[in-house]
T-cell receptor
């Protein structure tokens, strides 16, 4: 079974631009969540989706948004990029029915650099 | 607000040593706790998940325990190997539909 796939692996953007990151969960998984990882703050929760509905949202500004499609694939978008948005963005999927009972399976992330 | 702490931030041990990694959390009303491993430049790999009703989980050389009343979990690694070198993170879920809160991790180095 293929794991969680995130594309692209690396991105370099300029301040003020916007970016879209993609995540394909493990086949059959309907829960998808996104995290930002930086050396200073560690792993911080962005948002979580189950069956196209956002279940939870972290404490990030409105420039960060996401969505989930009917095939469970998910995208996150960051608009008006700032230098501080440089981070590893990780996507995870799980087999639970939106209850958080099952282990998370992570992709290898998208490394975003904002210059 | 749940806070998860992992101390120390880094640990170096000789190969073969048994070791314990600690994780503490401030709110004992948790739903479950997970331990993850992260290799450099990679995503996280789930090691063990302990539900709030459980006291411990085992997988191979790994054993994780949970003491909700004291707000602590430990990950025990038996007979450590150089391949165990990685960052180990714990994460707590406060409720069935709530988010995961991560600790900042412990970077483990096992010397041959």
């Amino acid at each position: 079974k293929a794991g969680v796939t995130q594309t692209p692996r690396y991105l370099i953007k300029t301040r003020g631009q916007q970016v879209t990151l993609s995540c394909s969960p493990i086949s059959g998984h309907r829960s998808v969540s996104w995290y930002q990882q930086t050396p200073g703050q560690g792993l911080q929760f962005l948002f979580e989706y189950f069956s196209e509905t956002q279940r939870n949202k972290g404490n990030f500004p409105g420039r960060f948004s996401g969505r989930q499609f009917s095939n469970s694939r998910s995208e996150m978008n960051v608009s008006t990029l700032e230098l501080g948005d440089s981070a590893l963005y990780l996507c995870a999927s799980s087999s639970d029915l939106g209850t958080g009972d099952s282990p998370l399976h992570f992709g290898n992330g998208t490394r975003l650099t904002v210059t | 607000k749940q806070e998860v702490t992992q101390i120390p931030a880094a640990l170096s041990v000789p190969e073969g040593e048994n070791l314990v990694l600690n994780c503490s959390f401030t709110d004992s009303a948790i739903y479950n706790l997970q331990w993850f491993r992260q290799d450099p430049g990679k995503g996280l790999t789930s090691l063990l998940l302990i539900q709030s009703s459980q006291r411990e989980q085992t997988s191979g050389r790994l054993n994780a325990s949970l003491d909700k009343s004291s707000g602590r979990s430990t990950l025990y690694i038996a007979a450590s190997q150089p391949g165990d070198s990685a960052t180990y993170l714990c994460a707590v879920r406060g409720g069935a539909n709530s988010k995961l809160t991560f600790g900042k991790g412990i970077t483990l180095s096992v010397r041959p």
